[in-house]
């Protein structure tokens, strides 16, 4: 009888440990399926919208333009304008005119425009000069006002892999607005959502669009020219003297540092830059100058912003 107690005890015992087992892996197993149905529902990151270029810059430059209104002789104007391809940034004027950055003389006025154009860089023909009367300032008409900018067309998100039986109409709903953000792109730091420079300081490298400026030179523009900015007759890859030369002294300037400066036997360019500040018109960074050096430097990067303080 003793012994069939014991034996009794011991089934007992190894059935309690059986089913002890048989929870931990059913435990286990749920999970890791929970842990798989988050990551399979997590959404995939959109990637934001970007400026790229479809239209070339050609013809007169914002420079010539003014040269040729200096004139103030009405035939020659014309002779010299009416016809031309000129490109300029056009900013908003008094709403039945635009503002062209750089040119002074005259405001522009469109034949036609691109639906939602609000200002940029264009470049089209020139139909006619208006002189100036008591009343109203000269004019040059363009053919056609589209932005020579448009934003690159994102890829659709690719659609997260839905594990089965997590998907439901509450989650569905709670993602569609998070998707409609994403798709309409976040401001990047230091500019606000139309692409305008708000905090120098912020802006980071990447945020404008790529240029090939002249010899050999690659850099970017960043933000929309402040009303006659001097920035825009400046062009990336130009040495610092030709700068200064356009947009006269700064208001403040300092050099600095990058990271390339760290790299052990890196003995190439861009370890040292130049920056110089502009009171209402924006920040000009150069790079390949030497450390105390920086007359040699080349213009990398061009930073429009009406609201700058002018110092560092």
Not at 113 to 118: I, N, P, T, V
Not at 161 to 190: I, R, V
Request: charged share 20%.
């Amino acid at each position: 009888m003793k012994a069939l107690n014991l034996s009794l005890t011991g089934s007992l015992a190894l059935a309690l440990l059986a089913a002890g087992c048989s929870t931990m892996q059913s435990g286990q197993k749920s999970s890791a399926e929970t842990d798989a149905a988050k990551t399979a529902a997590a959404p995939a990151e959109r990637p934001a919208p970007k400026m790229v270029r479809r239209k070339q810059a050609s013809g007169l430059t914002a420079d010539q333009v003014s040269q040729a209104l200096a004139t103030k002789n009405s035939a020659k104007i014309r002779s010299a304008l009416v016809g031309k391809t000129v490109t300029v940034e056009l900013a908003k004027g008094d709403g039945k005119s635009w503002n062209g950055s750089g040119v002074e003389g005259a405001d522009f006025a469109c034949r036609a425009s691109e639906s939602g154009f609000d200002g940029g860089e264009v470049t089209a023909k020139v139909r006619s000069y208006k002189p100036a009367t008591k009343s109203q300032d000269a004019s040059l008409e363009l053919d056609n006002c589209s932005s020579n900018f448009a934003l690159e067309a994102a890829a659709p998100a690719a659609k997260p892999a839905a594990a089965a039986g997590t998907a439901t109409a509450a989650t569905a709903a709670a993602a569609a607005p998070a998707a409609k953000s994403a798709a309409g792109g976040a401001a990047k730091p230091g500019m606000d959502a139309q692409g305008n420079v708000i905090d120098s300081s912020k802006v980071e490298a990447g945020s404008g669009r790529t240029v090939k400026g002249i010899n050999g030179y690659e850099g970017e523009i960043t933000g929309i020219p402040a009303k006659n900015s001097k920035f825009t007759g400046l062009q990336i890859g130009m040495p610092m003297k030709q700068v200064t030369d356009i947009a006269g002294p700064p208001t403040d300037q300092g050099g600095y540092v990058t990271g390339k400066a760290w790299i052990p036997f890196y003995f190439g360019g861009d370890r040292h830059r130049f920056e110089m500040t502009y009171k209402g018109q924006g920040r000009l960074i150069f790079a390949g100058g030497g450390m105390g050096d920086y007359s040699s430097g080349n213009l990398i990067w061009i930073i429009h912003n009406p609201n700058e303080s002018g110092y560092r």
